[in-house]
């Protein structure tokens, strides 16, 4: 496995002079790479290689200012630059938006670089240059990379770590999760995690401040700091949560089944553009998926089509309007949250993908007793069903 760990670094004022002087010289270099590149098609109709620049950047060397580096940190913005126009690329034969790299200003300019092989002194690591960073401890397993971030309220250190998954615990307890507004995640055990909600009224204190002041002066550039230092708190706060919301439920549960929703396509709606971009779905799944990994389990995406017209225990569909909040089946009865239902379909359906196994107190659930011993008669009274055996049950 290979998992990206952050943590906060400790520097000095020294340090934190030399680092930003990097940064500038950083964001410097790619805009020249990036003019190189531009002028380079130009004049020959084609594209210059990241190797070639390599070469370029060899010759700068010579004035002291850039020597005074280590050469591979040095590479990190030309091995971005490159990155970026592989992907400009990518997304252009994909026939997606292109996004064509940019020249960067000197207050948006890069804020981070990379170090390939790291070289550490117990809990430091010394970088040409620059200075000795600090940091709380090595995590285990092997360390590829190194990347050094300034934000606008700390200097964080973040290891790339390629490591062994040791971990034993066998799947067990699938679980569905429906994804909403109203809260974040309603889980198939009736269990509800809490919508996000950013408090704004800083933000917009420090928004009507900033757009009072004056284009160009250093009161205006304080007060840009200002909002970028809320914004990080609140970015803070924010992934913290999402943290303690997939850590309570990887608890009990290391295989789950999610809706596959497509948010570029919801955010559209602008009536709901900010209620569900401040759910972080998308962040909140991707959490879920690498820590079931390292639990020893998986999540898995499922299509969310019907799952809220569909009755999860018989199959019967039938209009569900948004305003109603509750799911009264109209073939077998039960009444239940309209999201639970969905979840619980959700369920179903990652059975049938992943094939987990699944027992009786699995078999449909929220059904009633009964109908839970039906399904297992009618599978020859095996416990240890699998999901491609439950496909009769799910519609």
Known sequence: ????????????????????????????????????????????????????????????????????????????????????????????????????????????????????????????????????????????????MVRIIKSALRVSIQFVVKKENTCTRK???????????????????????????????????????????????????????????????VRIIEHDELHRATSEIMKSHNCIAVENLQIDNMVKNHNLARAIMEQQWGKFVDMLAYKAESAGGEVVRVAPHNTSTDCSVCGHRQKMPLHKRRFDCGGCGVSLDRDVNASRNILKQGYLLAGWEMGQESALPGAPENVRKDVMVNAGGNSGKTGQDAEQYVT
């Open 1 to 144: 496995m290979i998992r990206t760990i952050t943590q906060t670094a400790k520097v000095g004022k020294p340090v934190h002079i030399r680092l930003d002087a990097f940064l500038r010289q950083q964001t410097e270099l790619w805009n020249v790479a990036l003019q190189e590149r531009q002028d380079c098609y130009k004049k020959t109709g084609r594209s210059i290689s990241y190797y070639e620049q390599q070469k370029s950047l060899t010759k700068i060397r010579k004035d002291p200012e850039f020597s005074q580096y280590h050469a591979q940190t040095q590479r990190s913005a030309l091995r971005r630059i490159d990155e970026a126009f592989q992907a400009f690329f990518r997304r252009v034969k994909a026939g997606e938006k292109p996004g064509y790299p940019r020249l960067k200003s000197r207050h948006r300019g890069v804020h981070s670089f990379d170090v390939p092989d790291p070289r550490f002194n117990g809990n430091s690591i010394r970088i040409k240059g620059i200075g000795t960073i600090r940091f709380k401890e090595l995590p285990e397993g092997k360390t590829t």
């Open 171 to 233: 799947p067990h307890e699938p679980i569905g999760v429906d994804l909403g507004l109203k809260d974040r995640a309603i889980l198939s055990s009736g269990m509800t995690l809490d919508a996000g909600r950013i408090d704004r009224r800083t933000l917009k204190r420090l928004q009507r401040k900033l757009s009072r002041a004056e284009k160009g002066s250093n009161s205006r550039r304080k007060k840009v700091m200002a909002l970028r230092r809320e914004w990080e708190r």
